[in-house]
């Protein structure tokens, strides 16, 4: 499976990861799949006053950081009186399995997850239907098990959805 491009020619989005080489890793994936701007930010804080002044269409973010985490983020967009923000796409990135952290990452609207390690191919498919709407290879928006990669924020993996 190859990378997919965007078929958005003007999707902008934020990074928001602590770790630099991770955080320059996703954007430099996202500039391959064609995205027009691409902000980073190294912790929750900075991501929520970048999310808040530049408006990306979607925020990639870590849910483990310091001193401010992803989830701390999505809180402070939910809550925001700017509708544009309050609805802001979010997709975590995380090596973290704790359901009650999902769960409340649910609670909050995030719109899926892509667990650490993950491939460049399943990852660009998530990011592509997050955007698009759509992916060039629909049975594999949602990840196969072996890229752990999942747009569905209800926390079913697609082994269990098969048949």
Do not use: H
């Not at 989005?13 to 930010?41: C, H, P, S």
């Not at 899926?112 to 997050?130: D, E, H, L, M, T």
């Not at 709407?133 to 959805?161: K, W």
């Amino acid at each position: 499976m190859a990378i997919e491009k965007l078929a958005r020619t003007n999707a902008r989005f934020l990074v928001v990861e602590d770790d630099q080489a991770t955080r320059e890793l996703i954007t430099r994936l996202l500039e391959v799949m064609g995205a027009a701007k691409v902000w980073q930010a190294k912790d929750g804080s900075e991501g929520l006053r970048i999310a808040c002044t530049e408006k990306p269409d979607l925020i990639l973010c870590d849910l483990e950081m310091a001193p401010v985490d992803g989830l701390s983020l999505l809180a402070g967009l939910r809550f925001s009186r700017d509708f544009q923000v309050s609805s802001a796409k979010v997709i975590f990135f995380t090596s973290d399995k704790d359901l009650e952290t999902m769960k409340k990452a649910r609670q909050l609207g995030v719109e899926g997850y892509v667990s650490k390690p993950f491939n460049p191919p399943g990852f660009s498919a998530i990011i592509r239907k997050a955007i698009d709407g759509t992916a060039a290879n629909e049975s594999n928006t949602t990840g196969a098990s072996s890229d752990n990669t999942t747009a569905d924020p209800q926390g079913t993996t697609p082994d269990a959805n098969r048949s």
